[in-house]
Nanobody
Framework: QVQLVESGGGLVQAGGSLRLSCAAS????????MGWFRQAPGKEREFVAV????????YYADSVKGRFTISRDNAKNTVYLQMNSLKPEDTAVYYC??????????????WGQGTQVTVSS
């Protein structure tokens, strides 16, 4: 129903910024909650951010609150994650997720393949 492709990852120095994009396809994209998860080497996958289908509210993990901003443009079928003040501990593969019902850490209906973000010290 939904296909997701992430882009925008790369190498950045600590304190720098990156913007990730998630291009989605599907007839009912606007009806899905959209989010971002990440998985660092040797760690379990963790929730990062989510935005409701309406775009009217967002929620962030404490570790990124105040530094990351999630947004969506339903007309372009795209979700973004603006990452500022990046830290080495932000290094991970970042995954885009879409879920028709869940909102937050239990999302998981559809997943992208991930994009690597590396933050150097």
């Amino acid at each position: 129903q939904v296909q997701l492709v992430e882009s925008g990852g790369g190498l950045v120095q600590a304190g720098g910024s990156l913007r990730l994009s998630c291009a989605a396809s599907g007839r009912t994209f606007s009806g899905y909650n959209m989010g971002w998860f990440r998985q660092a080497p040797g760690k379990e996958r963790e929730f990062v951010a989510v935005i409701r289908w309406s775009g009217g509210s967002t929620y962030y993990a404490d570790s990124v609150k105040g530094r990351f901003t999630i947004s969506r443009d339903n007309a372009k079928n795209t979700v973004y994650l603006q990452m500022n003040s990046l830290k080495p501990e932000d290094t991970a593969v970042y995954y885009c997720v879409a879920d028709r019902n869940s909102y937050g850490s239990r999302m998981g209906n559809y997943w992208g393949q991930g994009t690597q973000v590396t933050v150097s010290s």
